[in-house]
T-cell receptor
C-alpha cells in the first residue's frame, strides 16, 4: 500500500462547480498535512496546510480525519485558473522532516 | 527575494555517464530536500538534509545516487553510471525548519534525459 493515496481523477468540471478531492495516508504517526498545487511543467507550490480542526482559505476548505487517516480538499465556485494537479502531502511520523507526496489529482475547469 | 535555484534546467546525457545537479536553497533555510518526478506521478522523495547532514536518505534508489551539502547551503545530487530509467525531473526544495510543519519551497527542477 502506498504511503499516500489520492483519488485517481482526472476531474473535469464546469466553472462554478464544487469539487472535492480525498486522500488517505497509511502512517498513523504522521503529524503534518498539506495540499500542494502544481501547474503543468511547473514546480509544486503550497496551497494550504491542513489542521485537525479543519481550515478554510477563501474558496478552499481542507479537512483532516485522523481516525480514518484521510484528508480532503473542497473547492467551491471553481475558476478556470484552478485547473492544475493537486498533491496531497504528508510528513512521515518516523522521519519528521520527510514529506511524502501522493500521485496527484488532475483538475480541469472548463467554461 | 531569490527562490530556490536549480542548475542546469535541462541536462541530456548518455547512458553510463556521470551527472551532477545543483541546488541553491533560499538563504537561511536549514532544511533541503531532493525529489524526482516522473510524468504523471507525484514527487518521489530521495533525501533530505538538516544543515550539512543527511537526516534521511531512505529514498535514494541505489548506490549510484549520492547527495552532499558540505556547508549547509548549496547541495549537489550526483548520479553515477546513469541509466535510461533515471530520466525524470529532479526537484529540490528548502524550508526554514526541519520540523515538517513548515512550508517547503521548490525550485523549477532539472529535467534529466538519459539517452
Amino acid at each position: 500500500r502506498k504511503e499516500v493515496e489520492q483519488d485517481p481523477g482526472p476531474f473535469n468540471v464546469p466553472e462554478g462547480a464544487t469539487v472535492a478531492f480525498n486522500c488517505t495516508y497509511s502512517n498513523s504517526a504522521s503529524q503534518s498535512f498539506f495540499w500542494y498545487r502544481q501547474d503543468c511543467r511547473k514546480e509544486p507550490k503550497l496551497l494550504m496546510s491542513v489542521y485537525s480542526s479543519g481550515n478554510e482559505d477563501g474558496r478552499f476548505t481542507a479537512q483532516l480525519n485522523r481516525a480514518s487517516q484521510y484528508i480532503s480538499l473542497l473547492i467551491r465556485d471553481s475558476k478556470l485558473s484552478d485547473s492544475a494537479t493537486y498533491l496531497c502531502v504528508v510528513n512521515s511520523g518516523t522521519s519528521y522532516g520527510k514529506l511524502t507526496f501522493g500521485q496527484g489529482t488532475i483538475l480541469t475547469v472548463h467554461p | 527575494g531569490a527562490g530556490v535555484s536549480q542548475t542546469p534546467s535541462n541536462k541530456v546525457t548518455e547512458k553510463g555517464k556521470y551527472v551532477e545537479l545543483r541546488c541553491d536553497p533560499i538563504s537561511g533555510h536549514t532544511a533541503l530536500y531532493w525529489y524526482r518526478q516522473s510524468l504523471g506521478q507525484g514527487p518521489e522523495f530521495l533525501i533530505y538534509f538538516q544543515g550539512t547532514g543527511a537526516a534521511d536518505d531512505s529514498g535514494l534508489p541505489n548506490d549510484r545516487f549520492f547527495a552532499v551539502r558540505p556547508e549547509g547551503s548549496v547541495s549537489t545530487l550526483k548520479i553515477q553510471r546513469t541509466e535510461r530509467g533515471d530520466s525524470a525531473v529532479y526537484l529540490c526544495a528548502s524550508s526554514l525548519g526541519w520540523g515538517g510543519g513548515t512550508e517547503a519551497f521548490f525550485g523549477q527542477g532539472t529535467r534529466l534525459t538519459v539517452v
